[in-house]
């Protein structure tokens, strides 16, 4: 009688265990192929879709925000991709649209399913009055780089679990499910955050390229001017005489730059004694910015040390 049990015991937990690995075969088969453009966006989306969903960004992170360049890598990431998740706003329009032409995935090409604009329902900042792409201007919806304003990611994290769920229905309750705890852990960092950023509230800043002004206004930081001169266009030598004046009539204490080459910021800080501070606006820059809320709690953490 006892050997029959255990005989029993065994077959039960070999069907057990075969049932288990045939499952966790099937989460791997079926895991959702999610392309990012930007690492901050990759990050949130494994937060949305934690085990069901493979992501990967395209941008490493350290790029030119405008300008990511092409690998040949992209074109079959893409091609495989069931969701493409971008920032929007036509922040990739510079290298994306031409990528999705050669990748041939109906999928995520703009106005289907896969293809999920992570700007939809963001109050956007720096609106131009008129579009005048002639001049070169890289905004011309609006300035793209609300990922910097933590509240806003929590809206950027529902446009993601809508969109996933617009292509995966049937995984409707763990998006739920991982959008309320993710959007429950945003907002108890961004108390925080708010606490940590206290000193920059007034804080006069420049910035190099037009990256900053949702994170400025969130923690109530003073923009005086940009070295370019307009969105992705360099400055000419008046313009910087003309900042040069401005820093030192506004006494302004910081200069912003990420992508861009340092020898002007390092010519102005020179000539007026502002402190230039090298930070990313897309994550994953380095270890220490890999997910959503490492980069924004490094970027408060270092601009509050560069004003203390
Ligand atoms: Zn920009």
Redesign the pocket.
Known sequence: MKTLLTNYNWKVFFFVLALAWLQTGMVFAQQIRAVATWPALADITRQIGKELVNVESLATGVED??GVPVKPSFVPRLNRADVLILIGLN?EHSWLPALLEVANNSKILPGRPGYIDCSLGISVLEVPSRLDRAEGD??PNG???YLLDPVRAKIVAQNIATGLTRNFPQNQQAFDKNLKAYVAELDNWIVRWEKAAAPLRGVKFVEY???WVYLADRFGMKLVGSVELK??IEPTPNHIVELVQQIKQEKAQLLIFGAQNPRLPQQIASETGIKVVRLYSGGGSQPETDTYIKWIDYTVRTLVQSVS
Do not use: M
């Open positions: 925000p405008h922040d890289l905004h300035n793209p780089h390229h037009p990256e969105p992705g």
